[in-house]
């Protein structure tokens, strides 16, 4: 099933009256199925937090269209988004973002806590979450009192627990030290392989890449080129090298439709 379709998107940023306008999406076609787990890489200035703000419903395109879960984003009254950002996306940032002044157990309760849940709904729904993600024994103490990786996979299970169509990360392994960062790409890979997570996340970093299924890469506001991952994680992240070197090389003409 097709959860995302985005087609000949565009945005420009700026205003003709302005006389400065910047292209920063240039008729971008993607489509993201039911349980994929896709990477978006792309030089700097190349439109990926672009692409990610309008999938989040944070920004509205220029042109083009975008459906997710059936739903035309641009379409939506403000009220209509805000309870579809909320229902059906999750989002994991870079810089965690948890309340210094709530529990793990209730920063990963809080969007549940928002839409109305019941107290001991949201404990119990909370509790399982954190013990299946291998952070019960954290849930009582606060921001913190917790390493950064511990707080990034809190963030993912705030991000989870109302069950999303679609979770959303941005650089998430960027303010995290290698180990920090494997194990939080082990906690996407659980989500995705044992619950079917549908995931995309924007990332710099060709390791984090690597533990996806697809990896897309952009350029000046197109996709350019995209590559499966068949079999191991090694020779995948080597083929995520391969293609950054030459995307970054800039000689990669005729590339555009091309899957590697
Ligand atoms: N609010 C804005 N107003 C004007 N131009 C913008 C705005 N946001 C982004 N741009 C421009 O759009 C283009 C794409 O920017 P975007 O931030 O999406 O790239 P990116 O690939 O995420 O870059 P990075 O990897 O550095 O975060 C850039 O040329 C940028 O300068």
Do not use: W
Not at 24 to 35: F, P, Q
Not at 63 to 70: F, M, S
Not at 140 to 159: C, F, H, I, L, W
Not at 191 to 210: G, K, R, W, Y
């Amino acid at each position: 099933m097709t959860l995302v379709k985005a087609t000949a998107l565009t945005k420009v940023y700026g205003t003709q009256a302005s006389g400065v306008l910047s292209r920063a999406l240039n008729g971008i076609d993607l489509e993201v199925e039911k349980g994929e787990f896709v990477g978006v890489m792309g030089p700097s200035g190349s439109g990926k937090t672009t692409l990610l703000n309008l999938f989040a419903g944070i920004d509205k395109p220029s042109g083009g269209d975008l459906q997710i879960n059936g739903h035309h984003i641009a379409k939506m009254s403000a009220k209509e988004l805000a309870l579809f950002r909320r229902r059906q996306l999750g989002f994991v940032f870079q810089d965690f973002n948890l309340l210094d002044t709530l529990t793990l157990a209730e920063n990963v309760g809080l969007p549940l806590t928002l839409d109305g849940h019941k107290g001991r709904t949201v404990q119990e729904s909370v509790e399982k979450l954190l013990g299946y993600l291998g952070l019960h024994d954290l849930m009582n103490k606060y921001p913190y009192e917790v390493s950064g990786g511990q707080q990034q996979r809190t963030a993912v299970a705030r991000a989870v627990v109302h069950n999303p169509s679609l979770l959303l990360a941005d650089e998430p392994t960027g303010n995290l030290d290698s180990a920090s960062a494997r194990a939080l790409l082990g906690v996407f890979q659980k989500l995705n392989t044992e619950q079917e997570a549908t995931i995309l996340m924007v990332t710099h970093d060709p390791f984090a890449a690597s533990y996806c299924k697809r990896v897309v890469f952009i350029k000046d506001g197109q996709v350019y080129t995209q590559i499966d991952r068949v079999g191991e994680r090694q020779p995948f992240f080597q083929k995520i090298l391969d293609t950054l070197a030459v995307l970054e090389g800039g000689s990669a003409h005729g590339m555009a439709t091309t899957r590697i």
